[in-house]
C-alpha cells in the first residue's frame, strides 16, 4: 500500500484558486460560495454525493460555465476579469468529461490534433507527430486511424485524455472520467491517469474512484450542496474525516476505513 | 381510339431541351437553397432577437404558402414594387431558392440543435471559438445528419419545378404542354411527360433511400 501523500507547492501561488465561487441554475443555488486552492503539481480530488456541484465547479474552472458571485483565478487571471483571454487560458486547461465528448466525425489522429491545428495553427505534420506520441502514451497508436464510435468506451476516454494533452495544459480538469465506463474499462483509464499525476500534472479531479481519490490524490475536497463541507489530505478524510456528513457519504459507497474495503473497490 | 406515339419522337429535340431545363433549375436552386438555408438557419439561432424575429418571420412566410403563389408573387409584385425586372428564368429560380431556402433552413436548424451541448463545450475546452466549433465540430456532424432530409427536400423539388411552367419557363412540364396545344395529342403528350420524370426521379428516389439507410442516425 502507498502511503497517503499530501499537499506540495505550496511555497508559490496557487495555479488554480476559487474564491466564494456562486452559480445559479434559476431558483436552484448550485454552487454557494465554493473556495479551495490548487497548486503547481497537485492532484486535488473531488469527492461527495451526486449534484453536489462538484462537476459545475469544474465546468466553472475554464469558463463553460459563467459564475454569478465569487472569483476563479487561474495562475493569478482572474476568469471573470473584461481583459482575460478564455480562450487562452482554456488552452492551458485541459479537459476530459465523463462521457468523452470525442468527435465522432473524426479519427482518433484527428481528434487529438485538431486542437494543434485549428488553435495553435500547426502544421498537420508536427501536430500528427506529436498526437502519436501522446496515443503511444496512453496505449493507443493502432487505433489512430478508427472513428471513437469502434473504440471501447476506455479507449475512447483514453483518447479523450490524449487529446486534452496535445494542447501541454498546466492542468488537467477531470470530470468523472469513469462514471460512464464499464467496470472492466475502468482501470486502465485510471492508469492513465496515475501515471499523469506520477509525472507531476496539476489534476482536479471530479470521481466516485475513492480508492484513487486515496491513493493518488495529494489533497480531497467533499463537497456536499453546492459547499464544500471538508477538504484535507486523503488520510485524513478518509480515516478520520472531521464532519459526519464526510463519514455518511464514505460510508454510504460502503467505506468504512481502509481495512476492511481493502481490494473491495475497483 | 388511337395512340399517335410519333408525336413524341417528332418533339423528342424540345423534351430533351425541357428535360434538362428542369434539371438545371433542380441543380441551380439547390447550390443555392444550401448557403440560404445555412445563414438563415444561423440568423435563427443568433442571440440577437430582432434577427431571429426577422429570420424566423421570412422562414414561416414561405414555409406556410403555396409555393405557386410565391412563384406569382416574385413574377409580378417584386418588378412593381421594386422596379427590377427578372428574365422568366431567374424569377423562377429565386422563387424556388427562396421557397427551399426555407425548408433547408429548418433542416440545417434542427441539425445544429440535435448535436449535444457537450460537443461544443469539448470544442470550447481545446481552446476553439465559437464560429471553429461550429465549423469543425457542430455542422460537419449536423449536415452529416440532416443529408437524408436534404435528399427528400431535393426530389420534392425536382417535382415542384413544374410550377414556374406558370410562368413560362420552358422546363419539362411548359415544353410537354406547350407541345399538348400545338399537337393535341394529349394522351401521348402526358404520358411520355410522365414516363421522362418518372425515367429521372426514380433513380433520384433510389438514391434517396441509400442516403436514408447510409446516413442512418447512429452513434
Redesign the interface.
Given at each position: 500500500m502507498t502511503e497517503s501523500r499530501s499537499r506540495v507547492g505550496q511555497s508559490e501561488p496557487p495555479i488554480l484558486a476559487f474564491d466564494g465561487v456562486v452559480k445559479r441554475y434559476g431558483p436552484l443555488q448550485a454552487l454557494s460560495g465554493v473556495s479551495f486552492q490548487v497548486n503547481r503539481g497537485e492532484v486535488v480530488c473531488l469527492i461527495g454525493p451526486s449534484g453536489s456541484g462538484k462537476s459545475t465547479l469544474l465546468?466553472c474552472a475554464?469558463a463553460?460555465e459563467t459564475i454569478e458571485g465569487g472569483r476563479v483565478v487561474f495562475e493569478g487571471i482572474d476568469l471573470a476579469e473584461k481583459e482575460t483571454n478564455v480562450?487562452?487560458l482554456?488552452?492551458r486547461?485541459?479537459?476530459v468529461?465523463q462521457?468523452f465528448?470525442?468527435?465522432?466525425?473524426l479519427t482518433v489522429l484527428r481528434n487529438v490534433t485538431?486542437?494543434l491545428t485549428?488553435?495553435l495553427g500547426m502544421a498537420r505534420e508536427p501536430a500528427e507527430v506529436r498526437a502519436m506520441e501522446l496515443l503511444r502514451k496512453v496505449g493507443l497508436v493502432d487505433k489512430a486511424t478508427k472513428h471513437p464510435?469502434a473504440l471501447s468506451g476506455g479507449q475512447q476516454q483514453r483518447v479523450a485524455i490524449a487529446?486534452?494533452l496535445a494542447?501541454e495544459p498546466d492542468v488537467m480538469l477531470f470530470d468523472e472520467p469513469t462514471s460512464a465506463l464499464d467496470p472492466e474499462t475502468i482501470g486502465e483509464v485510471l492508469s492513465v491517469m496515475k501515471r499523469l499525476a506520477d509525472e507531476g500534472m496539476t489534476m482536479v479531479v471530479v470521481t466516485h474512484e475513492m480508492d484513487f481519490a486515496r491513493r493518488v490524490a495529494n489533497w480531497v475536497v467533499v463537497f456536499d450542496k453546492g459547499q464544500v463541507i471538508e477538504e484535507g489530505p486523503p488520510k485524513q478524510i478518509f480515516e478520520s474525516a472531521a464532519v459526519p456528513r464526510t463519514r455518511d457519504f464514505l460510508s454510504h459507497l460502503g467505506w468504512h476505513g481502509e481495512d476492511r474495503i481493502e481490494g473491495a473497490q475497483v | 381510339m388511337k395512340f399517335e406515339w410519333s408525336v413524341i419522337w417528332d418533339h423528342s429535340d424540345q423534351f430533351l431541351v425541357g428535360a434538362e431545363m428542369t434539371i438545371l433549375l433542380t441543380v441551380l436552386t439547390m447550390a443555392l437553397a444550401i448557403p440560404g438555408g445555412l445563414i438563415l438557419a444561423f440568423l435563427r439561432l443568433a442571440p440577437v432577437r430582432l434577427v431571429n424575429v426577422a429570420a424566423t418571420a421570412f422562414v414561416e412566410f414561405f414555409r406556410a404558402t403555396p409555393l405557386i403563389l410565391q412563384v406569382y408573387w416574385v413574377f409580378y409584385v417584386l418588378p412593381a414594387t421594386f422596379d427590377i425586372e427578372f428574365s422568366a428564368f431567374s424569377t423562377g429560380l429565386l422563387a424556388l431558392a427562396l421557397n427551399v431556402s426555407s425548408f433547408n433552413s429548418e433542416t440545417f436548424r434542427a441539425g445544429i440543435l440535435s448535436i449535444?451541448r457537450?460537443?461544443v463545450?469539448?470544442?470550447?475546452?481545446?481552446?476553439?471559438?465559437y464560429p471553429?466549433v461550429m465549423r469543425?465540430?457542430v455542422l460537419?456532424?449536423a449536415i452529416?445528419r440532416v443529408l437524408p432530409a436534404l435528399a427528400s427536400t431535393w426530389v420534392s423539388l425536382f417535382k415542384d419545378t413544374s410550377l414556374v411552367s406558370t410562368i413560362a419557363v420552358m422546363e419539362l412540364s411548359y415544353v410537354s404542354l406547350q407541345i399538348r396545344a400545338q399537337t393535341y395529342r394529349i394522351l401521348e403528350v402526358l404520358t411520355a411527360m410522365a414516363a421522362l420524370y418518372w425515367l429521372m426521379g426514380y433513380p433520384q428516389a433510389k438514391l434517396v433511400d441509400w442516403v436514408h439507410r447510409r446516413f442512418k442516425v447512429?452513434?
Open positions: 465546468r475554464n463553460l480562450r487562452k482554456r488552452q486547461m485541459g479537459m468529461f462521457n465528448e470525442l468527435f465522432p466525425h485538431i486542437g485549428t488553435v464510435a487529446r486534452a494542447m | 449535444r457537450g460537443q463545450h469539448a470544442g470550447l475546452a481545446i481552446g476553439m471559438s471553429q469543425h465540430i460537419p456532424q452529416m447512429a452513434e
